[in-house]
């Protein structure tokens, strides 16, 4: 099973994941950390990281962005994820990204890795990690996961806009 690809009806819920599963799966969905999940639930940390490691493989999942992105869009068209849509402020504030930053947060939203992500851009790891580090301030993300659901909350899964000046070289103009 894609963990990236947009869910059917035919794609819903493997049958294998417990009620527990589900439960920390929907928790990572909405961005939180190990450590609060495991307060929610009243289980150790360390319980929730088992939870992870039996559910990645069961959803096709390489990593818990991806699992984040799987969760979210399987339980958006039932409006059952408990994933915010982005406040009017925050995607105020996504405006502030500038082009290349948008880019690099559109991937980080299709679930691929640093390395991944300077491959396709041409850019180094280093840029790709230094762009994330601008980008999760101005989205008010803690982390990869958190900037994921961000992106796929406002939409921003759309390919990027080019700009007559070329990629990444000017800011999202509002609108």
């Not at 099973?1 to 920390?24: F, N, S, Y």
């Not at 069961?58 to 958006?76: F, M, S």
Request: a positive charge.
């Amino acid at each position: 099973m894609d963990p990236l690809r947009q869910p059917t009806a035919r794609t819903a819920w493997p049958t294998t994941l417990t009620p527990r599963e589900l439960g920390v799966l929907r928790l990572v969905a909405q961005g939180l950390t190990n450590r609060r999940i495991a307060k929610d639930l009243a289980i150790s940390e360390k319980t929730v990281k088992n939870h992870l490691s039996a559910i990645f493989p069961k959803i096709g999942a390489a990593d818990r962005t991806q699992a984040a992105l799987y969760a979210a869009r399987t339980w958006a068209p039932a409006r059952h994820s408990g994933v915010p849509p982005v406040s009017r402020q925050k995607a105020l504030t996504a405006r502030s990204l500038t082009l290349r930053q948008l880019g690099v947060l559109r991937l980080v939203a299709q679930g691929l890795t640093n390395r991944r992500i300077a491959r396709d851009l041409a850019i180094s790891e280093k840029t790709v990690k230094n762009h994330l580090s601008a980008i999760f301030p101005k989205i008010g993300a803690a982390d990869r996961t958190q900037a994921a659901l961000y992106a796929l909350r406002a939409g921003l899964t759309q390919p990027a806009p080019t700009s007559p000046s070329g990629p990444g070289c000017s800011a999202v103009s509002p609108g």
